[in-house]
């Protein structure tokens, strides 16, 4: 009696609107913010027919420096109030292997390597106690990459150690390399080598182990849209380069998890947090609505791939907008979205309209 009466209160609450919005593409165009983003924004924190806040978050498969930070620079850019809890860049998610990885020592590849905004520190505050990056590898041993010398700049923030002592457990690729070709000569290094020691390599008489030595990306964008006139890769671009090397010289296929958009744990993620900000900023009926049957999510973005993929694969309302990767002439979006509009602010005006 008690499950087939709350299933009928559920079924008469209406899910609250709310909003998830990506970044590159959508709100801004490399440092540039689009106007109408702004636009978009003042929308929601008011400028509507029912003069009412609605809560979004953003969701980007960027990321290079911690949440607080980019909520800081969000809320400049934008000119409204950011907080790091509407902030999910592609490696938030990977908090969740540091009950796997936290005490272990890691190689970490991709963002800044130096402050401000270090990406060993980002790490090192998800939780992450043993972190090394390519940098400090590249310090340690400059013929394992010759065609490139470690800049006397850099060298206060290389974190020296007896690697022949260290046994790397995990790759963790936090954001896009910043030098792809020293990045993937490490990493394969890493992955050849003889239980994660850097500078040995798997004994040719013995079988490969089972078990690779773990790698993980932190979104697999192949593209991704900025202020130049054409599409640039992504960390997608480079996960493929890395296979195809690996695969050259081990004849394996590396096995490797990806997070971001459009995966299953960036979605959930985002879509607990909207629930949170629910309940926590509304009226008692909305608040009770979000508890029972969470919100009703409106997720734009440019990419197909990634936002609108991800979006309906969730159950999301989405809209598809022509700021960013997708371009009419390249033919229909293999992932359909709700709707496909110009912009950011028409995306928002439409959606409004069609839930209210
Ligand atoms: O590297 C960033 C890019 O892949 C995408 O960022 O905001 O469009 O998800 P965004
Ligand atoms: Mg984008």
Redesign the pocket.
């Known amino acids: 009696f008690l499950s087939s009466s709350v299933s009928r209160l559920s079924d008469n609450l209406q899910k609250p609107l709310a909003f998830a919005f ?5 709100l ?1 165009a490399g440092p540039n913010v689009l106007p109408e983003a702004k636009r978009a924004l003042q929308i929601l924190e008011g400028n509507n027919p029912r003069k009412q806040k609605i809560p979004y978050i953003f ?5 290079g420096k911690h949440e607080s930070a980019r909520a800081k620079d969000l809320a400049r850019e934008l000119e409204v109030p950011v907080t790091q809890d509407q902030v999910i860049q ?1 490696h938030t998610v990977m908090k969740s292997l540091v009950p796997l990885y936290g005490d272990k020592p890691i190689l970490m590849i991709g963002g800044p390597e130096t402050p401000p905004n270090a990406a060993r520190e980002v790490m090192q505050s998800y939780g992450f106690q043993n972190v090394y990056t390519a940098l400090d590898l590249h310090a340690h041993a400059p013929a394992a990459w010759p065609f490139s010398t470690v800049h006397p700049d850099q060298l206060p923030y290389v974190r020296r150690e007896d690697f022949s002592k260290i046994r790397f457990a995990a790759i963790l690729v936090f ?2 390399s910043r030098e792809w070709g020293r990045d993937t000569q490490i990493i394969i290094d890493i992955l050849r080598s003889h239980n994660g020691v850097f500078g040995t390599e798997h004994p040719p008489t013995e079988p490969l182990p089972d078990k690779q030595i773990p790698i993980y990306f932190s ?1 697999g ?1 192949l ?3 900025n202020d130049h006139s054409v599409v640039r890769f ?2 997608g671009a480079f996960r493929l380069a890395i296979e195809n090397v690996y695969k050259h010289t081990t004849g394996r296929d590396m096995e490797s998890v990806v997070f ?2 459009p995966h299953r744990i960036t979605y959930d993620y985002a879509n607990e947090l909207l629930r949170q900000h629910l309940i926590s900023m509304s009226g008692a009926e909305t608040a009770e609505a979000a508890k029972a049957v969470g919100p009703s999510v409106w997720m734009v ?3 197909t791939e ?2 609108i993929k991800g979006a309906v694969d969730f159950g999301w309302s989405s809209a598809l907008v022509r700021t ?2 997708y371009k009419d002439h390249n033919g229909p979006p293999n992932h359909k979205p709700t709707i496909l509009v110009d912009n950011v602010e028409q995306a928002v005006i439409e959606a409004i309209q069609r839930e209210w």
């Open positions: 990506d970044i590159d593409g959508v801004k969701i980007t498969n960027g990321g592609a954001h896009d979104h964008d593209l991704w849209g992504g960390q971001g958009k973005g440019d990419n990634s936002d960013g990767v």
